[in-house]
């Protein structure tokens, strides 16, 4: 199925965890906020639909998808912390700038997500232009942020599971 043909609050909820005492981080790129605020915005109602309290739930700005990588570095080194969902948004066409951008932050969110042992989960939003974006952000397409926390949850459980917990 292409992206364009998925709806990314569309998910298997199958047995999904116990988050109610997981803690989550949210690092959300302060560039295009438009859409990043309604990125955070579903990947918080999802955490929170699926279990998780308010409470467990922090959050971090920074200026642009660059930095998400070491604020989500900072936030993954905190032991207290289960998973880290970066989110953020590059529109690629308008500047060359986003190739050297998304590669860089889907590279640095792989490395740390192995360097500190726990899910840290790629909530990027890659469109051509706007409209794409706002497609992915709550229209049409439903939201990456949903996407983004569902996978997190997931990648919770699996860790348990994996510990035999
Ligand atoms: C500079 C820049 C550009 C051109 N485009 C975007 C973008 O589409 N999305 C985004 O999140 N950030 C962008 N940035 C900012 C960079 O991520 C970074 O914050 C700056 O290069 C730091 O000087």
Redesign the pocket.
């Known amino acids: 199925m292409s992206s364009a043909d998925k709806n990314l609050s569309v998910f298997n909820t199958e047995g999904l965890p116990d988050i109610s005492n997981k803690k989550f981080a949210l690092v959300v790129?302060?560039?295009?906020s438009e859409i990043?605020e309604a990125l955070f915005d579903g990947a918080y109602k999802t955490l929170v639909e699926y279990g998780a309290a308010k409470e467990n739930i922090v959050r971090g700005n920074?200026?642009?998808?660059?930095?998400?990588t070491l604020g989500a570095h900072w936030f993954a080194q905190r032991e207290d912390i289960d998973a880290v969902i970066a989110l953020?948004?590059?529109?690629q066409g308008?500047?060359k700038?986003?190739d050297y951008?998304n590669h860089a932050?889907a590279q640095g969110i792989t490395n740390i997500s192995i360097k500190n042992n726990k899910p840290v989960i790629f909530g990027?939003l890659t469109p051509n232009d706007m409209q794409q974006a706002i497609d992915r952000a709550g229209g049409v397409h439903g939201n990456k942020g949903d996407e983004a926390a569902m996978t997190a949850i997931k990648m919770v459980g699996l860790k348990e599971q994996i510990a035999g917990k």
């Open positions: 790129a302060e560039w295009n990043t920074v200026p642009g998808s660059f930095e998400l953020g948004v590059v529109i308008e500047t700038h986003n951008i932050v990027v």
